[in-house]
């Protein structure tokens, strides 16, 4: 099993910067992809950003430009650099992997974190 944990958010003014972090725990080697996405109040979780094992990466319209993402793919570590953040990036921001490596079999699964807040206050 992978439990996956975020941290990072907070309150933020808009044009600040936050950077958030995600870091995986249990039985895995590496994942195929990390990535975050986020749920504002009243709203269908979307997609922020994707990067993969090969650090291909794939951003939202709305993050482009504005957002960054890395992984330590060997600790199962994904980061989110936020800059110049916006009101309409205040959401719920969750860590998610998937396609799982074991020392022993590949697992076609996906794991989610219980997510941070980020609020950016006008």
């Known amino acids: 099993q992978v439990q996956l944990v975020e941290t990072g958010g907070g309150l933020v003014q808009a044009g600040g910067s936050l950077r958030l972090s995600c870091a995986a725990s249990g039985n895995f080697v590496r994942f195929n992809t990390m990535g975050w996405y986020r749920q504002a109040p009243n709203k269908a979780r979307e997609l922020v950003a994707i990067?993969?094992?090969?650090?291909?990466?794939l951003y939202a319209e709305s993050a482009k430009g504005r957002f960054s993402i890395s992984m330590d793919n060997a600790k199962g570590t994904v980061y989110l650099q936020m800059n110049s953040l916006r009101p309409e990036d205040t959401a719920v921001y969750f860590c998610t992997s998937r396609g799982l490596w074991t020392s022993g079999a590949y697992y076609d699964m996906d794991f989610w974190g219980n997510g941070t807040l980020v609020t950016v206050s006008l």
């Open positions: 990067i993969s094992r090969g650090d291909s990466t």
